[in-house]
């Protein structure tokens, strides 16, 4: 395996440049700002990711089609996300032309119009979006667990929005929320590619602006100062079981987890991935699907945020089995917490989860996002082979403890969908 070393540097301007040279025809380039749904205003629910959608509908000197196609023309890529606590813009091109690509990116950020003619169309494509999501159920209960397990907080928003609160939004505040939050300290540019740093650095200097025209909160050390959000409070837990339009049952179950930060995630990381994670042999999959066959999706997560994080476990099947099979995964839950695992079975975990980090960091578009965001939300980036050293000192007790700690029946909280009689 082959070691990655990024380089790091802080701008005269305050922007943070994340920057790793790969052997690769195509550079992989990503601005990432701490600007995410959880700095909304309860007025605002939606804008953070509304805003994303309309970086793309117009700058000070290109129209929408000339901004796609300057990219489309030479085969390139770009996109943009949001999340709780993170809005990404990027693109993917071949190296020769990373000059283009930087400057379509800084262009729609910085310099972006919002034509309020482009605002009222884009606001039925979001209002689509909304509705694809509450047709499919695996996105609707998530949404809405989170909805009440952060009850009170910005962490609870729905990125999305609602079709009231997206219908509502205005250009003026599009222009706020960029002064706000989208500034040369609060955020991180990424570049991944065969790509010299000299030429990163020209491309910048060349399209990024000098100077911005911002207000609001203020940046101490590494992040964005959160004091205008409320502190998290912990919430009751709750079960809930409502009636829906779907044909399936589905039932999400989970408590409250370790922040960002927390020495212990580690340890809830190789544990979740083994648990439910995106594997065939998950003790999930083998004590729920393989062996009953109650259900063909049922799985474990586990987020963390600034402040906090979330654990759960979801699992779709018939009405009939969704009793049975959110008891097995309470059954499941049980053993983690009672029974050690053995020398083998702890080895086989840690090495199937490295696999899958080391599978991972072969993808350079992923690897471009990993640095961003961990240089915007940690100050620093853990090489691959951190990662995996962490892992590797996770013994059976540390699970067993975390496991006891986290994965209690009493701390959980419940959310069913089940058909209309």
């Known amino acids: ?39 909304e205003s309860e007025r605002q629910i939606g804008l953070a990711h509304f ?41 993917t091109t071949q ?27 884009e606001k039925k494509v979001i209002v689509d979006e909304i509705n694809m999501y509450l047709d499919t159920p695996e996105e609707n209960i998530f949404d809405e667990f989170q909805e009440r397990i952060f009850e009170g907080h910005p962490l609870a928003h729905n990125i999305l929005g609602t079709e009231s609160s997206v219908n ?7 222009f706020d929320f960029v002064k706000t939050h989208y500034r040369f300290e609060n955020m991180v540019f990424s570049v991944v590619g065969n790509v010299s740093i000299e030429r990163v650095l020209a491309a910048l200097d060349r399209f990024l602006p000098k100077e911005l025209d911002t207000v609001g909160p203020s940046v101490k050390g590494n992040r964005l100062t959160l004091a205008h959000i409320p502190a998290f409070t912990p919430q009751k837990t709750f079960v809930e079981t409502k009636k829906t339009d779907f044909n399936q049952a589905y039932a999400i179950l989970g408590s409250l987890a370790y922040e960002i930060d927390h020495p212990k995630r580690w340890t809830l990381l190789l544990l979740n991935n083994f648990f439910g994670g995106p594997v065939l042999n998950s003790r999930l999959n083998l004590a729920i699907r393989e062996k009953y066959g109650y259900t063909y999706n049922v799985e474990s997560g586990y987020s963390n945020f600034t402040e906090t994080g979330l654990f759960h476990c979801f699992v779709g ?11 097995l995964i309470f059954k499941e839950l049980k053993k983690i917490r009672t029974e050690s695992l053995g020398s083998l079975q702890l080895s086989r975990a840690k090495n199937q989860y490295a696999g899958q980090l080391i599978l991972s960091n072969e993808n350079r578009s992923g690897l471009m996002m ?7 939300r940690k100050g620093k980036a853990t090489r691959i082979e951190e990662a995996i050293d962490h892992i590797q000192k996770v013994s059976a007790s540390d699970i067993l403890a975390v496991a006891n700690e986290i994965l209690n029946e009493d701390q959980f909280s419940q959310l069913l969908y089940v058909p209309e009689d």
């Open 1 to 39: 395996m082959k070691a990655y070393q990024p380089q790091c540097e802080v701008l005269s301007n305050g922007t943070r440049l994340v920057y790793l040279k790969v052997p690769s025809q195509v550079a992989h380039l990503g601005f990432f700002f701490a600007a995410g749904s959880r700095h």
């Open 370 to 376: 990993h640095l961003g965001q961990s240089i915007l």
């Open 95 to 121: 190296g020769k032309h990373l000059s283009r690509l930087t400057d379509i990116l800084c262009d729609v950020i910085f310099r972006s119009t919002f034509p309020t003619q482009e605002l009222e169309k």
């Open 51 to 91: 805003l994303e959608h309309c970086l793309f509908k117009g700058t000070q000197k290109r129209k929408a089609l000339h901004i796609l196609s300057r990219i489309d023309a030479v085969g390139g890529e770009l996109n943009a996300y949001t999340t709780k606590e993170i809005t990404t813009i990027y693109g």
């Open 317 to 327: 099947s018939e009405p009939k089995y969704i009793e049975k099979s959110v008891s």
């Open 168 to 174: 509502t939004i205005q250009q003026q505040q599009l």
